[in-house]
């Protein structure tokens, strides 16, 4: 039930997985062409990629759920480690809805909590005489030891904490969260069942900052190799050690992390432009010098020569550079006054009558001109409901007073304001019917929407193409002040860096809620953080906003420590000191004292005569008189059972 094979030693391992010429055609067109790729034990990878490279591709045929295209013997060759074990987060699939938070997570630890259980019955055995499941709890308690089995409650709360869940949800159902939350609970129990191959896809886009910082905390020291597919380049940052990009069907490793990974991809294009640009010139050397001498009888056989060095010669390929990026500009015509907006004493509630629950009371803040104010929190706080009260789409106490000449462009999370039966193209001309399809389709064709992707429904395509069709629609629409609820949430990372572009050229007002840090840090000049206790407002940028914050903690964690050190010195001192509360208590005390020294000493002058006792027996003149014999064995049990007398009674003047 318990092998000892699952317990090893990273030294045991080296190679975890192997894919060797992995290809995969859809539709008649490559995917993935002739990748290959080596995760060692230790590795951290980050897979990144546009959307629809086949980033998700390539993880589901690691995980055997989709097939690769075989051509030959050598094509589609995956190869695993006898002893590789791989978790994979599959967007809450993993988890049993009707268990509480607690059943969950305890039921990945099944086989400590079977072979402790197991133990007990062993002890009871043991207590009756029956020692023949003596060796059965020797290597029970080992395995159990060596690979940690009695601190599975402490990791359990260890990493729900980290993930955000508090000792009061630990007794709910799994089925009373909302989608982010389950997302977080399969994350949890990923990382307990502990793979040596864990493989995330997206593991950051339902998870606040404090959560994501955790998470990129424990994965830095997390035992096993990690493959993960992120768009949060912070946190590709904090993590991987290389890099794998897919691009045009085929894979490329970089070491490093993402910034390096930027650094080497831009050198590496600059050498493969050299290189092609020197290989072409030599080329055309030998080709103008063919072309002049081949007729020529004297220089023939030296034209032909280079024929030949032509045809060995291996080419190049020209350099692709990426696809056009999307050309994104935010514009406006008319400049607000310069107090643009004013919050005061305001509430954020969700529901209605008796459903009602408010999240913040008395959130005040006002909002100048070209402000780049950013609204963090955490999950479930209430800061897109914020954004919808501030413009006055759901009802609210207090005061929300925009100024005069203001015209707001607003960017929905779940863009729930398009319609889903329109096509793209429709719900352009459904909103400006006097644009010409030329001028939609170029419209369109700024944000990287072109082909069949503009005759689909908005209700199918994905949410990246959703979001990029919000923003043709917010370019239209020429607002002096931008709300964005969650911008890049579905983006890739070329379609990020050109929205973040648009925003950093844009110089009107704007409001946004978000959760990515390298966003955030670019655009944010203020800062309001919405917490439990209320709001706060930091007049300064995300980079030293996190500074603050790391500061605090450190305060509060000396404040803490400080407590606890004078906790402790002052119950040392407690236990240290003699209080009596009487004159009567003094005088038991005394006696009890003085009772327990005359017992020790009546324990010793018994000990000494026992000693006597044994020494005599071994004489000749007494072990071969019989009587006698009997007599000094009657006098050594009584001297015991006196001594046993005096032994209780000591234990009980102790207690």
């Not at 994350?187 to 990129?216: C, G, S, V, Y």
Request: charge should be negative; include cysteine.
């Amino acid at each position: 039930l318990f092998p000892n094979s699952l317990v090893f030693t990273k030294m045991e391992i080296f190679m975890l997985l192997s894919l060797s010429n992995i290809n995969k055609f859809y539709n008649g067109n490559q995917l993935l062409n002739n990748i290959s790729l080596t995760i060692d034990e230790n590795d951290r990878i980050g897979l990144v990629g546009i959307n629809g490279c086949g980033k998700s591709t390539l993880i589901k045929i690691i995980m055997g759920i989709v097939n690769p295209d075989r051509f030959t013997e050598r094509d589609g060759i995956i190869s695993k480690a006898a002893k590789t074990s791989i978790g994979y987060l599959e967007q809450m699939g993993s988890l049993n809805t009707e268990n509480t938070v607690i059943c969950e997570m305890q039921s990945v630890f099944s086989q400590f909590h079977n072979a402790i259980a197991r133990l007990r019955e062993l002890e009871i055995e043991m207590a009756h005489g029956n020692n023949s499941g003596e060796d059965e709890y020797v290597r029970l308690s080992s395995w159990i030891e060596a690979n940690d089995g009695y601190n599975t409650d402490v990791k359990i709360k260890m990493v729900l904490n980290g993930m955000g869940f508090s000792e009061n949800e630990l007794q709910r159902t799994v089925s009373g969260f909302s989608g982010g939350e389950k997302t977080r609970l399969a994350i949890a129990r990923l990382l307990l069942e502990e793979p040596n191959l864990l493989i995330l896809d997206e593991p950051t886009n339902h998870l606040d900052f404090k959560t994501i910082m955790w998470l990129e905390d424990y994965l830095k020291s997390y035992s096993g190799a990690i493959l993960v597919v992120s768009h949060d380049r912070y946190f590709l940052d904090k993590v991987c050690s290389s890099v794998c990009e897919i691009e045009r069907g085929s894979l490329t490793r970089f070491k490093g992390n993402y910034s390096n990974y930027i650094k080497l991809k831009q050198e590496s294009v600059i050498r493969r432009e050299k290189e092609f640009e020197l290989q072409q010139k030599e080329i055309s050397k030998m080709e103008d010098y063919v072309a002049r001498n081949l007729v020529r009888a004297s220089t023939s056989k030296s034209a032909k020569s280079r024929i030949k060095a032509l045809d060995k010669m291996e080419r190049i390929e020209k350099p692709l550079h990426d696809e056009k990026k999307a050309k994104i500009h935010f514009t406006y015509s008319t400049e607000p006054p310069l107090d643009v907006l004013s919050v005061k004493n305001t509430d954020i509630s969700v529901g209605d009558g008796t459903t009602q629950k408010t999240l913040l009371d008395q959130i005040s803040f006002s909002v100048r001109r070209g402000d780049k104010l950013a609204i963090i929190g955490d999950n479930g706080i209430g800061k897109s409901t914020l954004l919808k009260i501030i413009q006055d789409k759901l009802p609210h106490k207090g005061v929300v007073r925009w100024s005069s000449n203001v015209r707001i462009s607003y960017f929905e999370q779940e863009s729930t304001n398009l319609n889903k039966s329109l096509t793209v193209m429709e719900e352009i001309h459904h909103r400006y019917p006097l644009l010409s399809e030329l001028e939609v389709r170029s419209l369109l064709a700024q944000v990287r929407l072109t082909g069949e992707n503009v005759f689909k429904q908005t209700g199918v395509i994905s949410g990246g193409e959703r979001a990029k069709l919000c923003f043709a629609i917010m370019m239209q629409e020429h607002g002096n002040v931008l709300i964005l609820d969650e911008p890049t949430n579905h983006l890739d990372l070329a379609s990020k860096e050109a929205i973040e572009e648009a925003l950093l050229e844009y110089t009107g007002t704007m409001i946004f809620v978000s959760h990515d840090r390298y966003l955030l840090s670019k655009i944010a000049d203020r800062i309001i953080e919405l917490r439990c206790d209320g709001s706060e407002t930091f007049e300064f940028g995300f980079d030293k906003y996190m500074d603050v914050i790391r500061e605090r903690q450190a305060e509060q964690k000396r404040i803490a420590d400080a407590e606890k050190f004078a906790k402790s010195e002052s119950a040392a001192k407690e236990k240290n000191s003699k209080v009596y509360k009487s004159k009567q208590q003094r005088s038991a005390e005394a006696a009890k004292r003085a009772e327990i020294k005359r017992i020790e000493d009546e324990i010793d002058s018994l000990q000494l005569t026992l000693d006597s006792l044994n020494d005599e027996i071994t004489h000749e003149n007494v072990f071969s008189n019989y009587e006698l014999m009997s007599a000094k064995c009657s006098e050594i049990e009584n001297v015991k059972n006196s001594m046993d007398a005096l032994l209780d009674k000591l234990v009980e003047l102790d207690d």
